[in-house]
């Protein structure tokens, strides 16, 4: 059985925010939208603000200037006047930079607390069967304490956990920090796997130009918390010549 697929339009358009923490300013007159069902990547190397625009997203940092909207099924809202819990409820899920498990949980009691909103729950068999069939060494090791599995285990089940919750939108920070070049491969695939099973929105932060753009549809790139180029494709950020001198080393 295939989960219910979204039913309208989801997509998250960020217009002009500023975002910091203190007196230091991260972000910089940000804007960037990510259309329903798209695959967009914001690339750029580590201290340009691309984590601390997903907090701004869910809620965990509050933008002093600018707006967040989040279409959710043809509705809009705004997220920089939303809990957390609220951002979470529309089905916005995140799969944070270094994972953040329950160390001390197992695979599957992570899994079962990722399905945490209410609209998640009637689904939590099949997604927890999906889950297992795509990730077969989650399955193995179900019972297995989250704290005790390797990097690649554990960004499985940040991925399947998230999924858990039944999103429209995707939100996946850094997935590539810590794993070696092959794992970054079948985890960057995966989370391809996971966007078109789920007819899932995806903006995806990550510094490995390479990997990302082999999914994104397109792209923003990131200095010093200001989007320095948008490419309107891959090819189009691939033949940049700037982001093939700094970023891809060509």
């Known amino acids: 059985m295939t989960p219910d697929p979204a039913h309208g339009a989801n997509s998250i358009a960020v217009e002009g925010i500023d975002a910091g ?54 509705v809009r809202h705004d997220l920089t006047k939303m809990a957390t819990t609220d951002i979470v409820d529309l089905g916005i899920a995140l799969v944070p930079e270094g994972r953040r498990l329950f160390p001390r949980q197992t695979v599957e009691e992570n899994l079962l607390l990722g399905a945490s909103r209410p609209k998640a ?32 285990e554990q960004q499985m089940l940040a991925l399947a956990r998230a999924l858990m919750l039944n999103p429209r939108i995707l939100l996946v920070d850094e997935p590539s920090v810590g794993l070696s070049p092959l794992l970054v491969g079948r985890t960057i695939d995966a989370i391809k796997t996971l966007k078109e099973h789920y007819k899932l929105t995806v903006l995806m932060a990550e510094q490995n130009f390479t990997q990302a753009l082999r999914i994104a549809d397109r792209g923003y ?25 700094f970023y891809l080393g060509m």
């Open 21 to 74: 923490y203190g007196l230091v300013r991260v972000l910089d007159d940000v804007s960037l939208n990510v259309g329903s069902g798209e695959t967009v990547a914001l690339l750029g190397t580590n201290g340009n603000g691309k984590s601390t625009l997903m907090k701004c997203i869910m809620g965990w940092v509050r933008p002093t200037k600018g707006r967040i909207v989040a279409e959710i099924d043809g």
């Open 121 to 152: 729950r009637p689904h939590i068999k099949t997604n927890l069967d999906f889950c297992f069939e795509t990730f077969p060494r989650l399955a193995e090791r179900r019972g297995q304490l989250a704290g005790s599995m390797s990097g690649g």
């Open 221 to 245: 790139v990131i200095v010093h918390g200001k989007i320095e180029f948008e490419g309107a494709s891959a090819d189009e950020l691939n033949n940049n010549d700037l982001i093939r001198q």
